[in-house]
């Protein structure tokens, strides 16, 4: 009798509040909103409470890193979603991402150093320090997909499309930034001398092949402001 009374209870609930449902919503997004009013999103894991007591902290901070590789990842989707499969929506997406791993760098790096350093043991600071240089490669990451986002919204406003050598040069970042992605997901425990070292060769081939394409793209700017003063003349 008990479990048939629960039940019709509940039946009564959704079919009383069934008509208030958008009023219900909107209510719960003033009382709970995902988004501070000025736009900058919290982050999902950390908490200063946890301050000091390190071991939590640092655990809460590689969630929220592990969340911020996400974020890349999904950043570099959409930057080859735009370049080669010309989905200019995606831009927006590509630019949210990048003002979201910024907003991520700043509140990690933060509370990375607010925790408190007397009850830090030795194998804590040398996660800190790691976890700070592997939020800075998720950042640069970013930095460089927007980069070559940049490169292709110039063109498409001079009304030109990247060259078939620059869409070349994008592809060759594929490879070396998908291996950063797997090296910096990796477990702390793993991130030791050899892999710190194979990820600054990564990031030394990402930064080679992004200024080449800056090169491409300066090269693809001239001939184009070049060709339009030449009909200009004729």
């Known amino acids: 009798h008990f479990a048939n009374a629960h039940t019709i209870f509940n039946i009564f ?5 069934f008509p208030f449902i958008k009023q219900l919503a909107r209510l719960t997004e003033i009382i709970v909103p995902s988004k501070p009013k000025d ?9 200063k409470r946890m301050l000091n007591t390190p071991s939590i902290a640092i655990e809460q901070v590689l969630k929220e890193t592990k969340h911020m590789l996400e974020v890349s990842k999904d950043m570099t989707k959409y930057m080859y979603q735009t370049v080669y499969r010309n989905k200019d929506k ?10 979201k791993l910024n907003d991520m ?9 607010d925790i408190n350093p007397e009850n830090l043991t030795n194998k804590e600071l040398t996660d800190t320090n790691t976890l700070i240089q ?16 940049h490169h292709y919204a110039t063109l498409k406003d ?3 499309s990247l060259t078939t050598d620059t869409l070349s040069s994008v592809k060759k970042l594929y490879t070396p930034i998908q291996k950063m992605f797997k090296l910096l997901s990796g477990d702390l425990k793993t991130m ?3 892999t710190r070292h194979s990820i600054k060769n990564l990031e030394k081939e990402v930064q080679d092949i992004e200024a080449d394409i800056r090169k491409q793209h300066i090269n693809d700017i001239r001939k184009k402001v070049i060709t339009q003063i030449g009909r200009a003349h004729v």
Do not use: M
């Open 134 to 149: 592997i939020v800075d490669h998720a950042e640069r990451i970013g930095d460089h997909n927007s980069a070559i986002i």
């Open 90 to 99: 995606a831009i927006d997406e590509v630019s949210e991402r990048e003002n």
């Open 13 to 17: 609930n959704v079919i009383v509040l």
């Open 105 to 113: 760098q700043h509140d990690i790096t933060s509370f990375l150093v």
């Open 39 to 47: 736009g900058k999103l919290k982050p999902h894991f950390l908490d």
């Open 158 to 160: 001079l009304k030109k």
């Open 192 to 194: 030791n001398g050899s």
